[in-house]
Structure formats: structure tokens, C-alpha cells
């Protein structure tokens, strides 16, 4: 069978063949490797979700006598496709199915059905179950003369376990020597995508990058770059270039130009894209936001992956309002998909926050309550999802690990900025120190230069000014590198000038000073202040730099932070 057109083709002749009752004793035999070789095409062209229709179309179809077994090899190929879409189906609900409807004795099918039911108790994290239904596959599976599907199940077995366990790397490899030694392909191709998950997992970019590459290229020498392992290894490669601060990289294999992807691996790519563009400040990229999310609910990576992208943008137009609606929307698209605490929703609530925090300045002060609540509630959220992670007692390696200490700072940051319940300047400090030391750690580029940005605010904030100094102008050297523009911004508002506020906190502002400071932390320019107040913005201008002086700032921006910590709003 060659691509999705002859499996549609197959397809469409089998439902002829069902319709007409005296043709069906023909095709008995071949109905249920038929429909499994149609998932598989399907399947291999990037479309899981395509497959699973097929095949349950196919089944809905079969008269009741219709032999048992045929059913059964059609129920592993749709729990096959639940397993690559990654849906809220649960695969283990049609392979017990087919393991009930196949005899219970040796056969070929049986072991086939046997390394699927293994494979679907490991994707719901039945370990022990994995072990015990797979040790009879591979038993039966090498009595058969069956080496493929052998190589196929000490796959599944090898990953078993914890993913930081060296068990878990020595037996992928060992997997992907077998399959080399026996041509099985596919589970070459699966076992080194696991081997460069496990080594993603650990945060060994390099190694994990070079197991993407050889399983992309066992993908492309099958035909078939868009099949599930193949993309998934491209798309990751793309995702950790972004990471390491290989921007041209990431859009390179991003770039889908003369190429035809299924619409879900093309829309992956192009979400990855728009991060990279994001984190220049790009706006051309927002065009394609509203393109990117109406693929959402096809594969809630998607929204992950775009998500927070478009929250950044709404950050440069200040839009509160824009990236709560944006990171509910997330929620609630992964969530229906998914589970209400995914993983990557402490990512999700740390970018969130980091962006409220950033407009601050311009929220009335009447609304400030409301965003703290609207903060609170996303917080806890992403919280929620670190205790069942803890719990569940899941992996979580060096990159959970340091955005979940960004989370924690953004949360105080943010509190701080409100002066709504504000740690103190050491507690604010000590949190911004952690989270540049996890991403230094995982080598994330962009977020080192973020989190020291705004360790270097927080510095200057405490009357550190010569620390803050070193930290930005590390901050600054990776941003001006990557061109991370938006950041190059926060980083020009932060000054150099030392300050102490011990100092300036005895003198009051005076009656004039405080009116104009409220207008000040509402993003008003020293016109827009003069015109209201009925004075000359030179005058403006002369109270705004004492003000600036009594409260020990450097910038509108900052003044306007300080007083509402210190309650003079």
C-alpha cells in the first residue's frame, strides 16, 4: 500500500465490498489487515485522527457474523491511532476488546494484539501491567518467527520506568540495535525518538538533537516525514534550536516552503516560527495567529506551542484583558483534550503572569484588584499542576524544574508591582536568583536573558545598583544577540543610577507631586498631564524629575512601582 490516496482507495473498495452481502465471503479474510494496513498509511501520512474515523467506519460497517478475529486486528489498529492522536481515548479500551475476541492460544495475531495491549497499558502508565503483558508478547512474538514485532515490544519495555532511569537509555539502544539488525524500521525509528525524549528530558540537548536527526532520517528513507517519530523528531529539533538560541536553525526547519504537510505537522511548525518571532518583537507574525488557532482542537500542542506567543504580543500592546482571554482559551482547548493539569501549564501560567506584570503601569487603579484576583486564580492553576505532578510523582526534569522557579518568581514580582501583599525586597531578590540559575542550568538563552532582566530590576529596586549593572549588561549581551527586541526595551528602562530609597523615603510628596504621580502611573505623557491639570508640560516635567528624586527611581515605569507598593496612589 503506498500513500493515503491508495488507502483511501482500499478503504472506499471494502465498504463497496460490505454493502453488497454476496461479495462478503470474499473478502473475509482480508478485511481486518486491510483496515489495519489503511490506519497504518493514514497514519504514516500524518493523519492519526483520519485513521481512527477510518477504521470505527470500517467496524460500525462489519455484520454481526462477521469473524471475531478480523475485528480484533481492526480494534489494535484503532487503538494504535489513540495512541499517536493522543486523545482522551483511551487505547486499552479497544485492545482488551480485541485480546477478548482473539483465541487464546499461539498465533501471529495474537502476539500482535498482545504488543499492542503492552503498549497501551504503558501509555497509561501501568508499568507493572506493561511488563507482564509484554514479557508474553515477546515470548509468543519470537516462538512466531515474528522478529519485527519482537523488536517492537523490547521497545515498549525499554521505556518503561522513570525517564531519568539508565535502564530506560541502555534498553533503547539496545532496541535500536536490534532493530537495525533486523530491518524493522519503525521501531528503529520509535526507539530513537524515545532515546532523544529521554535525553530531552534530561536537559542533554545535544545528545537529544543528534537521536531527533537519526530518527528523522530513518523517517525520510521510509517515505515518510510526516509520520509519527519522524515529525515529532523535526518538530522537537525546531523547538530546542528556539531553546539553545539557534534562531536561524529553528526557522529552518520550521520552513515547510516546496514541501507537503499534513495540515497538523505544518501548523506545529508554523507555531514555532511564530515563538521565535515573538521573541523579536516581530509583528508580522501576528497575522498568523488567528490561521494557527483554528487548528487548536486538532492537536492541543498547537495552542501549547502558539499560545504563549500570543501572549507576548498582547504584552507589547499592554492588552490585560487580551492575555487572561488568551491563556483561559489555552486552557480550556488542552483541557478537553487532554486533562485539566497538563504539564505545560506552569510554562503557560509563568509567561501569563510575566506578562501582566509588564503592564502594570498602564491598569488603572481601580482594576488592580481585579488583576490580582484574575492572577491568583492562573497561579493557582499552575501550582495545582506541580502538587499532582509531585503526586503522581512524574518525572520532571531541569526544564519543568526552571519554569517552575520562573512561575514563582512572576507570581511575586507580580505582587509586588501591585503592592498587594508584596514580599520583601531579599524574599523578591533570592526568587529572581533561582530561576536565572535553573535556565543557565537547562540552557535556555532567551529565558536566561529574561530572568536576569528582571533580577536586574529587582537588584536596582533594593539600592543594588552595581550588581544590577552586571546583570543587565549580561542580560543585554545574549538579547542584543538574539535580538530579542522586546526585551532590549525593559532592559532600557531600567537606568544605571544608583539609589537608595532609605534615603528619599522621609520626604513627602507634595499635594501637586501626588496628583501628578497617579497620572504618571497611568501612562500619561507630560502633555496629556499638562492639558488635564491646566499647566505647562515643562512644569510637568520639572515635578515628574522630583518625584522621580523622592522616590529614589529612575524611570516613570519604576516610579509609578514604588508607589503603589509604598500605598501612595
Known sequence: MGGPDEAADHFQTALELLADPASRTEVVVDLGYLGHRVSDALI???????????????????????????????????????????????????????????????????????????????????????REVGAEALTLAETQDLPRLATEVITTLAALGARGSEDVRSGLEEAVRRA?????????????????????????????????????????????????????????????????????????????????????????????????????????????LPQIEAHWRKDPLIAITAGPAAIEFHALDSDVDAIIAEHDRIVE???????????????????????????????????????????????????????????????????????????????????????????????????????????????????????????????????????????????REDATALGLEPLLAELRTLGTTPRSRASSANEALTARESEILALVALGRSNGDIGKQLFIATKTVSVHVSNILGKLGASTRTEAAAIAQRKGLL
Open 333 to 475: 482547548t488542552v483541557t478537553s483534550l487532554w486533562r485539566e493539569f497538563f504539564h505545560a501549564r506552569v510554562r503557560l501560567g509563568a509567561i501569563t503572569l510575566g506578562a501582566l506584570a509588564c503592564c502594570i503601569v498602564n491598569v488603572p487603579t481601580a482594576d488592580r484588584e481585579r488583576i490580582a484576583a484574575e492572577a491568583d486564580r492562573i497561579l493557582e492553576g499552575s501550582r495545582r499542576t506541580l502538587t499532582l505532578q509531585a503526586e503522581e510523582a512524574t518525572h520532571w526534569g531541569p526544564e519543568g524544574i526552571a519554569w517552575a522557579a520562573r512561575l514563582s518568581a512572576e507570581g511575586l514580582r507580580l505582587r509586588w508591582l501591585l503592592g498587594i501583599d508584596p514580599p520583601g525586597e531579599a524574599e523578591l531578590v533570592e526568587a529572581w536568583q533561582r530561576a536565572v540559575d535553573r535556565f543557565v542550568e537547562l540552557g535556555h538563552r532567551s529565558e536566561v536573558a529574561r530572568t536576569r532582566t528582571r533580577l536586574a530590576a529587582v537588584l536596582q529596586a533594593a539600592g543594588d545598583a552595581s550588581q544590577a549593572r552586571v546583570v543587565a549588561d549580561a542580560a
Open 180 to 288: 537495525q539488525e533486523t530491518g524493522a524500521a519503525s521501531a528503529e525509528l520509535r526507539s530513537l525518538f524515545l532515546l532523544g525524549r529521554w535525553y530531552q528530558d534530561r536537559g542533554a540537548f545535544a545528545e537529544s538533537v543528534e537521536k531527533f536527526d537519526q530518527a528523522y532520517a530513518v523517517g525520510l528513507g521510509l517515505g515518510q516525514p510526516w509520520a509519527p517519530f519522524a515529525f515529532d523528531s523535526r518538530f522537537l529539533h525546531a523547538q530546542i534550536a528556539a531553546i539553545v538560541g539557534d534562531y536561524d536553525l529553528a526557522l529552518r526547519l520550521a520552513d515547510v516552503t516546496g514541501q507537503a504537510p499534513p495540515a497538523v505537522p505544518e501548523t506545529l511548525l508554523a507555531a514555532v516560527g511564530v515563538t521565535v518571532k515573538a521573541a523579536r518583537g516581530d509583528r508580522s507574525a501576528v497575522a498568523l
Open 44 to 130: 504514516a501520512s500524518g493523519r492519526p485522527g483520519r485513521a481512527f474515523s477510518v477504521v470505527r467506519e470500517v467496524l460500525e460497517g462489519l455484520a454481526d457474523d462477521w469473524p471475531s478475529e478480523q475485528r480484533g486486528r481492526l480494534l489494535v489498529a484503532m487503538a494504535t491511532a489513540v495512541m499517536v492522536d493522543e486523545t482522551k481515548l483511551n487505547p486499552l479500551e479497544f485492545t482488551e476488546q480485541a485480546l477478548s475476541l482473539v483465541p487464546d492460544e499461539p498465533s501471529r495475531l495474537r502476539a500482535t494484539v498482545l504488543a499492542a495491549h503492552a503498549r497501551a497499558h504503558a501509555f497509561n502508565d501501568n508499568t507493572e501491567q506493561a
